[in-house]
């Protein structure tokens, strides 16, 4: 057998080098391929899982109309569970006419309450002078009548007023509403068993968070 020359044997040597080297590039970029779209689904999946749990982490805001002795009245936004001292910082801060006598700095607020924070020169019933009767809160929590306050009257609280008792809905504050209009107010608040869907049992449920005027 005749004996390969060097140059034969350098050009074979290169030539497996080659060969070599596109197989080593094929099977990465193979192995690329399948490995590149997991990495990207992992990737993708964490993105949202902490996307979801920053929704989780930030609390939800409520809106509340605040009047009286703060230094810029109108609508804040706070976030939910906070006091009428958190509100009162987001209407600017309190000013000197402020009479804390009257008021109950951490009564915890809820969306869509009407607050006055009373003032020292307010006289007797005067400071509630332009507030609606259907306002939730008229005199921001004082001690005196805070838990009375928190009650809805049910002789002139509105559907979305209604429906913030815990086990009423739509239908039965509709219900509740109708049954006002036909029989006039309610003279007692058992009388709101009259309405239909609200037995013995629903009314125990309530009758702590209702009240008639």
């Excluded at 009286?68 to 009245?73: D, N, S, W």
Aim: glycine residues 8%; hydrophobic residues 35%.
């Amino acid at each position: 057998m005749e004996m390969l020359s060097s140059k034969q044997k350098t050009a074979i040597i290169i030539a497996g080098v080659i060969v070599v080297g596109i197989f080593i590039f094929y099977m990465t970029t193979k192995s690329n391929n399948y490995i590149t779209p997991e990495i990207n689904e992992i990737a993708e999946d964490e993105t949202k899982e902490e996307e979801e749990e920053e929704e989780e982490i930030m609390p939800k805001e409520i809106v509340v109309h605040i009047t009286g002795a703060v230094q810029k009245e109108g609508i804040v936004r706070i976030k939910e569970g906070s006091r009428i001292v958190d509100a009162i910082e987001a209407a600017g801060g309190m000013t000197n006419e402020i009479d804390l006598g009257k008021i109950n700095l951490a009564y915890t607020l809820k969306d869509g309450q009407k607050i006055y924070i009373p003032k020292t020169s307010d006289i007797g019933e005067e400071y509630t002078k332009g507030v609606n009767e259907s306002d939730i809160i008229i005199d921001a929590g004082t001690e005196e009548n805070s838990s009375t306050n928190t009650k809805v009257n049910i002789n002139t609280a509105n559907i979305s007023q209604l429906e913030s008792i815990s086990g009423i809905g739509e239908s039965t504050a509709n219900k509740i509403i109708q049954y006002r209009e036909k029989n006039g107010k309610f003279k007692t608040i058992e009388e709101i068993k009259n309405v239909s869907g609200i037995g013995e049992l629903k009314y125990e449920g309530i009758k702590n968070d209702i009240c008639v005027e």
